[in-house]
């Protein structure tokens, strides 16, 4: 009996340390970034030993793979597949942007970084393809629709985290203004 009561509480310990592992990579990706987080610093800032996060972690792909499915957990990307229902094109691009621009509000100083190293860092580009390609590529599709060549260019605009960026944290629009202005734009490409 003592044996079995040991085994458990010492995978809950191994859990445990796994969770602040992740817990310190996700939150130094989001301050200084995934291409400038060492081992040393995740290791600190969990109260690990490097060994340690090796035992859990053996390179750092897994543990790139572990703190994006961790984000995606906590807020996922909105799901293309609900805007499919909505018949009128114009409210279809209203609602999917808002959406997607509600999402990037909340996960803005991590996707800054996140994507800015994806610019010159081969793993974080490969784990941003991973996690959000199929996401991006579902928003083209539903909210591309019936669109000509030239408004599906202005649509990959608008979907971009930088257009946000420049549109609302730069600009001082609200996200739905944002939005708004996106889909006039998207309708006067022809």
């Known amino acids: 009996m003592a044996r079995t009561y040991t ?18 990579a996700v939150e130094l990706h989001g301050s200084v970034g995934p291409a400038r987080t060492t081992i040393s610093m995740i290791a600190e800032r969990a109260g690990v030993q490097r060994h340690t996060l090796y035992a859990h972690f053996p390179d750092e792909r897994s543990l790139y793979l572990a703190c994006s499915g961790l984000t995606q957990e906590r807020d996922p990307p909105p799901e293309a597949g609900a805007w499919r229902s909505i018949e009128d094109r114009h409210e279809r691009l209203r609602v999917g942007l808002a959406a997607l621009y509600g999402w990037y509000e909340r996960n803005a100083e991590l996707l800054a970084c996140v994507l800015r190293d994806a610019e010159y860092h081969q793993l974080t580009r490969e784990i941003a393809e991973l996690r959000f390609g199929p996401y991006m590529a579902a928003y083209q599709e539903v909210l591309g629709a ?17 257009t946000w960026r420049t549109l609302v944290r730069e600009g ?19």
């Open 7 to 24: 085994q458990k509480r010492r995978a809950e310990q191994q859990s445990e340390t796994r969770r602040r592992i992740v817990e310190a």
């Open 172 to 190: 001082g629009l609200r996200p739905a203004a944002a939005a708004g202005a996106m889909v006039q734009a998207i309708n006067g490409a022809k």
């Open 146 to 162: 019936k669109l000509s060549m030239k408004q599906r260019a202005v649509l990959r605009l608008a979907l971009s985290f930088f």
